[in-house]
């Protein structure tokens, strides 16, 4: 079930991510779009290796500068942009550089909750930022982030030591699909306005 789910998602979003490159074909300055395609390129980022991640991720970062460059106040761009920054500083395992990611992560939520303070997904955002740092620390202790990622079954909860290592693995896919699921929940809506069709669903057996 979870694994068609995935799946589903993955064809999705790598239609929304060519249906916005072929818009941005014809008006490269609709910051909609941009801001949609920021988000499939950080959903797509979820399926893929470290290094194919963090270079979607990279990808996911521009398309959002440069919404911003053409509606400076796009909240939700902002909020996305925040997302990036977040997912790259959690895939990099030197503290001081993920730092860097998780100030400038932290910067963007809070100008989107500036921005629209009753947004209730934007000060969750925000008040997850602020704990980026030591969530790093815990996540990188237990090695590397790689079985983290990709659409695989995790194999971080398999020890015999049981309850330390299995909260640690729950905690990553904590952030990870907090962040990535709020990400494809804006990006999902976004898309619906704009015609977009969903994936086709296998009909129940």
Known sequence: MDMQSDFDRLLFFEHARKTAETTYATDPLDAENLTRWGGALLELSQFQSVSESKKMISDAISKLEEALEVNPQKHDAIWCLGNAYTSHGFLNPDEDEAKVYFDKAAQCFQQAVDADPENELYQKSFEVSTKASELHAQIHKQ???????????????????????????????????????????????GFAKSNVPPPTHSPPR
């Open 143 to 189: 090695g590397p982030l790689q079985q983290a990622m990709g659409p695989g079954p995790s194999t971080a909860a398999t020890s015999t030591k049981g309850s330390k290592k299995k909260k640690s693995s729950d905690l990553k896919y904590d952030i990870f699909g907090w962040v990535i699921l709020a990400v494809g929940l804006v990006a999902w809506v």
